[in-house]
């Protein structure tokens, strides 16, 4: 047979090409389809025209189910944080907030404690500055409470000092008196604390060794106070919801104090029950929406890490949720909680091959986890994830939800309103309350455990509690002479008087 040259095929061999049987199986992320096709050799290329938008289209239909796999769409935006503290992406972001005030530090173009705020949620920055006249540290926390934000800076010798501004970063003021020194150093320099707010007036400062306690400090007291002796046992978080303060501590599986509360800032603790906790089970991080629910992750040894379960009865009794049946590698570990209104956010740690952030999300009244949505975060190199598995870190700035990621802070808005209630329909008072006018310290009674809110006329939400009681004691003394809004779980108000 010459080149070029047709070959004469037999009549049968025509009729197998012509009219042949084949088996097609065609794969997405979320099913398989089978196809047997009987095609005509005629047809062949508009057959495979419309397989090919078959398949554009299948791709579609697996996206959008593969979306559906999140509960919530985040909807993650990158703020301007990184460009303004750096001018660059910037890895090792602390951040805080106090109301929509945004504050936050990274360290980069040789400065260690740049330090950047945004009035505006994360619209806008100002111009970063470093909080040190001499750059020899790098902050390593950032905490607002009450008119202030706290940076903890970390010096090279691995010890801390401890400053707050009032006034949006120009100025700081150390603030350290009554906080042990570092071992061998001078008394200036500070041990490694974890700073929390606790309530709407009192910060605290603890480490989780258990070896130097923990220390709290009412805002505008010139010192600080140990709340906990040195015992050697580990307090492992700290919590608060309204006037009521809760701990957890690492000790023995079955210490009566291994879940505590204190009702006279930190003065005195009381053991809290473990009903509801499994055997054996062991805390490891503590959360609080701050008005009716606590939260708690936590396992058994050799079983699983990634259990949260929470309480509504101000830690008496404890219900699992299921986020150990949503997230169910068990290699994974809960690292951190964030819970405001009927939302909780849970971070995990990274697991081999991740190059976004593993993380739950619940927006119910009962917890009902689901996987949240990384769309819009940087995602970075999986052979990266065990570096990664440290900065993230949720928080908001009023309906913002806010999140320290690899390269920057992200922003989303998932549906809390993260500020007052609207007073609209609010029924009239059932509710007693006295004295008013108040001078330091409101007491308010109900006929069941409640929820209270100070709101101003303006509509801003100054300070908020919960009692699980039929009395709480709401302290006022740093708000200022004027009228206010007294709210009870969200559907009573009454007008109270500041003198």
Known sequence: MLLGERPIMEKTQRVQINRYFTTCKMSTPRYSLNYQLVIDLSALVATMRFM?????????????????????????????????????????????????????????????????????????WSTS??????????????????????AAVKLPSNDYLYYYSIDNGTNWVMDTVGLPHYYGMPTAQKDAFRL????????????????????????????WHEIFPVTGKSHQDFTWMGNTWFTIKVSGLN??????????????????????????????????????????????????ANAIYYSTDGGNTWANTNASAVYTDTNAT???????????????????????????ISSTNTPNFSFGDPSGFTPTNPAMYQWISGPLHFFNAGDALLAVHLDGIYSSKPGFTGGPVSLTDISAASFKFYPNPIRDHLIIENSQPFKWRIISLAGQEMIN????????????????????????????ACKIIKD
């Open 255 to 304: 210490d009566p104090e291994k879940l505590m509360k204190s009702t006279d800032n930190g003065a005195s603790w009381s053991a809290l029950n473990f009903t509801g906790l499994p055997a054996g089970f062991t805390p490891t991080f503590l959360e609080s929406n701050h008005t009716d629910k606590l939260y708690m992750t936590g396992g058994i040894a050799g079983k699983e």
């Open 196 to 223: 929390k707010q606790m309530g709407s007036n009192h910060i605290l400062a603890f480490n989780g060794l258990g070896i130097t306690g923990a220390y709290i400090k009412q805002i505008g007291d010139p010192a």
């Open 465 to 492: 509690g919960y009692s699980d009681g039929l009395q709480d004691h709401a302290d006022l003394s740093l708000l200022h002479k004027g009228v206010y809004l007294l709210v009870i779980n969200d559907n009573q």
């Open 129 to 150: 500055h470093s909080i040190l006249e001499t750059d020899y540290g790098r902050i390593g926390q950032l905490v607002a409470v009450n008119d202030r934000v706290y």
């Open 334 to 360: 809960a690292m951190d909680l964030f819970a405001i209104e009927d939302y909780v956010v849970a971070k995990y740690t990274y697991m081999s091959g991740d190059s976004v952030p593993r993380y739950l």
């Open 52 to 124: 090919t938008k078959s398949l554009l289209k299948m791709g579609a239909i697996a996206l959008c189910m593969a979306s559906s796999t999140y509960g919530l769409a985040q909807n993650w935006i990158k703020t301007g944080a990184s460009q303004a503290a750096i001018g660059a992406n910037a890895a090792g972001f602390v951040a805080c907030s106090l109301n929509d005030t945004i504050y936050a530090s990274a360290p980069g173009n040789n400065v260690y404690n740049n330090f950047v705020y945004s009035t505006d949620k994360g619209v806008s």
